[in-house]
């Protein structure tokens, strides 16, 4: 049996737990009480004057009026003592479960596309304890989800927790949510706690954890403790204060709060890996006290087509609610849709694509007066959606919001105002065409495979690594390869921990930031420094691990000089295999440096005098001749330009007619 509230000890208290009186209860018996007496007087004295009978009647609605009031007021203390968590809710009467569950499943499938497998699976792992039993004040059942991403997972668990709320089987159909990546360490403790505390506590009888995979093993002890026990013991003393689970420290409080129940929840645990992964994480007992494991299966291209004809049909209905024209088109459109699915994330971008299809019509109809009725009629030609409003000629659509149309066209302008590394250039622009191709591939139904996408870039500094990682990134993105684009730069002391148990998750918090991005490692063969070097191996492990576990939403790129890199790939047997492309930096040429120095200028709005030319080729020529590692290559270029502006600045203060944007060799220290 649950433990009592506050309220309700108090109450039990006071009153008895059997004759525990109500604000309804009272004000009915008082107005009862009022009225007997008034008949017995009544009958006592039948020959009452009138005035005796009329404050009689008086004082019989008097005595009615306040029992209303108190009904009243102690209704809505009631309410209020139940909002804030201080008397349960009133529960419906839940549907008999053979009523409740009876066609369930096909009811779910009707939204949830091309899983029915996994349908099945999750229906019956919510029927479970229904038709089995679990301990009271235990875990309904313990529910592994797993799968690939858009796949339908977190779709589906909250379309099913609103039928059944809606059957009255669950009080509520919220989903508390705890993200377990979130607590990555032991510094973590209290925040877990009280987190925990408060999930186990919110409305509704389903608790997700996402994320396992990087919490802290001693959160997830305690998390098998509720699985496998129903309950887990708390390290510590801790009280419960407006709600809140607060530690106590070693004081004696009444009211102390020494174990959390999982209060008949269902625990249902998301991941992209199947149960040996979770016993090998929490144990063999808590893969045994698993009551369902749910598995999405990868779409096939019949479902994908399925699932982009609804959500065009969505889109459809949309325009013409909310738009007032009518949408027409070709099943090539439908294929078009289908063929936006990826690996990374599933059918995640069909539902984009018909949203940006929605909004392109909506701009077009912002910017112009169409006629009452406009049929809108959408078709492809070489991959391309087109879309012909009215009698116009059919034009692209998605050029009227598709921001990725003019990132690409950016991305491909930076490229080409970057001086030389054209063997580069034409690999960036090969991994956009590779995605292309695949994209086509799935429209018509075909295979799709995948590319490896993690790079090495060797070479000496200032031969422009860097700037290529950031433009490989939002090139990935423009083309719909990456999600998010973001490069984020790192080397050792980023990767590497000052103490044993600190650099896996420093590491794996490195990788988290870059999902959706490019994680660029500088100079990475300084995480490996011999085999006695334990942490630097630790990240290379880690590092490894992540990669596998993230490769469609992770591209790692690698970067340092040839030969040293050759040997940090021996540091672990599978880091050469996941790195198929080396690609060599050439350090620049004089004349190279040259046009460097003159696009860097002109961005900073100067120009270099004809007669700067030949002395800076030559400069350039005998610096990099001697040494070109140690005289930085575009870096140099930018060292000498930024000291020519600098003396320029000393020569127009004594020369204020001068022109300001032009720069002279004599503004340039070109040493001997």
């Not at 509230?5 to 009480?33: H, I, K, N, V």
């Not at 059944?164 to 360490?185: F, H, I, Q």
């Not at 998605?398 to 590394?421: N, P, Q």
């Amino acid at each position: 049996m649950p433990d009592k509230t506050d309220w309700e000890a108090l109450m039990d208290g006071a009153f008895g737990r059997r004759s525990r009186p109500t604000a309804e209860t009272s004000a009915r018996r008082d107005a009862e009480q009022a009225r007997r007496e008034l008949e017995e007087l009544m009958a006592r004295q039948p020959a009452a004057p009138a005035a005796l009978q009329k404050n009689a009647a008086r004082l019989a609605d008097a005595a009615a009026d306040q029992a209303e009031q108190i009904r009243r007021l102690g209704g809505e203390m009631t309410e209020n003592l139940r909002r804030d968590g201080l008397l349960p809710q009133e529960k419906p009467a839940p549907a008999a479960p053979d009523t409740a569950f009876a066609g369930l499943a096909e009811q779910l499938e009707q939204t949830v596309i091309g899983q029915p497998d996994f349908v099945r699976a999750l229906v019956r792992a919510f029927r479970r304890p229904f038709v089995l039993g679990y301990a009271p004040g235990g875990a309904r059942n313990t529910i592994l989800i797993w799968g690939g991403e858009g796949t339908g997972r977190h779709f589906a668990l909250q379309t099913l927790a609103g039928l059944l709320a809606e059957k009255g089987v669950l009080d509520s159909a919220n989903l508390a949510t705890m993200d377990l990546a979130r607590y990555p360490g032991p510094g973590q403790e209290k925040l877990f706690l009280q987190d925990l505390y408060a999930a186990l506590t919110a409305p509704g009888q389903i608790l997700v954890f996402d994320h396992y995979e990087e919490c802290h093993p001693g959160f997830l002890n305690l998390l098998a403790g509720l699985v496998q026990e129903g309950k887990a013991p708390l390290a510590s003393r801790y009280v419960v204060q407006k709600g809140m689970l607060v530690d106590a420290g070693t004081a004696l409080v009444p009211g102390a709060v020494g174990e959390l129940t999982a209060r008949d929840k269902y625990l249902v645990f998301f991941s992209h890996k199947g149960p040996d992964a979770m016993a090998e994480r929490f144990g063999g007992p808590f893969a045994a006290a698993l009551g369902d494991v749910c598995a999405t299966a990868p779409f096939t291209p019949e479902s994908l087509r399925v699932l982009a004809a609804g959500q065009l049909n969505r889109t459809v209905r949309r325009a013409k609610e909310r738009l007032g024209v009518t949408l027409i088109m070709t099943e090539e459109v439908r294929d078009l849709a289908a063929g936006m699915a990826d690996v990374a994330r599933g059918a995640e971008p069909i539902v984009a694509f018909c949203d940006r299809v929605y909004k392109a019509v909506g701009q077009y109809l912002l910017e112009r007066e169409p006629q009452p009725g406009l049929t809108v009629a959408l078709s492809v030609q070489e991959g391309q959606l087109l879309a012909a409003f009215g009698a116009d000629e059919a034009r692209p659509l998605l050029a009227e919001v598709d921001e990725s149309a003019g990132a690409l066209a950016r991305v491909e302008a930076e490229l080409d105002k970057i001086v030389g590394l054209e063997e580069v250039k034409t690999y960036v622009r090969g991994l956009a065409d590779h995605v292309r191709v695949q994209r086509r591939r799935k429209a018509q139904g075909l295979p799709a495979g995948s590319l490896t996408m993690h790079m090495i870039f060797t070479g000496n500094p200032g031969t422009g690594k860097t700037t290529i990682a950031r433009l490989i990134s939002q090139y990935l993105k423009a083309v719909g390869a990456l999600r998010g684009g973001q490069l984020v730069e790192v080397s050792r002391a980023d990767l590497v921990g000052r103490y044993v148990g600190h650099t896996a998750p420093l590491t794996e918090q490195v990788i988290r930031s870059a999902l959706g991005g490019v994680l660029f490692i500088d100079e990475a063969y300084s995480l490996y420094r011999g085999k006695e070097d334990s942490f630097g191996l630790e990240a290379i492990d880690t590092l490894v691990k992540g990669m596998e576990d993230h490769r469609d939403e992770l591209v790692v790129v690698l970067a340092g000089y040839s030969r040293e890199m050759a040997q940090f790939l021996t540091a672990n047997s599978g880091l050469a295999s996941r790195f198929a492309q080396t690609i060599e930096f050439p350090d620049y040429t004089a004349e190279e440096l040259l046009k460097i120095t003159e696009l860097q200028a002109a961005g900073r709005g100067y120009v270099l005098d004809e007669g700067c030319k030949a002395p800076l080729l030559a400069y350039y020529a005998r610096r990099q001749a001697e040494n070109a590692a140690k005289a930085g290559n575009g870096r140099m270029a930018r060292n000498t330009l930024e000291q020519a502006i600098l003396n320029q600045s000393r020569r127009l203060v004594a020369d204020p007619d001068a022109p300001l944007d032009r720069l002279l060799i004599g503004d340039f220290e070109l040493e001997e």
